[in-house]
């Protein structure tokens, strides 16, 4: 029973924060600094979903890209809202446990998604992970807890026949 647990555990685990983001074209990104703390200390993995700009609001926590078009991205909240002399709409972000707004504005192009749920501790082994390593890490887990299930049921099976035949 216990063994079984484990594995749906496990399965929800990877379900959550691995197919369900990709599902519904949403990311998972790791907190790497305390600029969110306490909701969001280094280590939760926090997964996103697309948002239309028109859609953001103050008080949103939003994961966007430092740099149009770079990979670094930041998870901060939405403390204001603005336009930039060509009308594009642009968003005034902080970290929750940061003194001050960010610096610049954060583009309407720049946000990657909006904080759909967050995993405490999740992220730690995401961060140590590349991500060939995370794939091959899926499979591995995925043929482990198969086989491991194939086991269990096969063992359940002769014991039900056991069963069968001294009864």
């Known amino acids: 029973m216990v063994a079984w647990l484990v594995i749906l555990g496990a399965v929800g685990l990877l379900v959550v924060a691995v197919a369900l983001p990709r599902v519904v074209g949403g990311g998972a ?3 790497l600094t305390g600029s969110m703390r306490p909701g969001l ?3 939760t993995l926090v997964v996103t979903r697309p948002v239309e700009p028109a ?3 103050i008080g ?3 994961t966007y890209q430092l740099e149009s078009g770079e990979a670094t991205v930041a998870t901060h909240r939405v403390v204001g809202l603005g336009q930039s002399m060509q009308g594009e709409r642009t968003f005034t972000t902080r970290g929750d446990a940061n003194g001050a707004v960010d610096p610049e ?6 946000v990657r998604g909006r904080l759909w749920y967050a995993v405490p501790y999740v992220g730690h082994v995401n961060s140590y992970l590349t991500g060939e390593q995370r794939a091959v890490g899926r499979l591995a887990v995925a043929g482990l807890l198969l086989g ?3 086991v269990m049921l096969v063992g359940g099976i002769r014991e039900r026949r056991r069963g069968e035949v001294t009864a």
């Open 105 to 110: 504005p954060v583009r309407a192009v720049q």
């Open 55 to 57: 859609e953001v609001r």
């Open 148 to 150: 491991y299930a194939a």
């Open 41 to 43: 200390p280094p280590g």
């Open 60 to 62: 949103d926590v939003v």
């Open 29 to 31: 990104y790791t907190v």
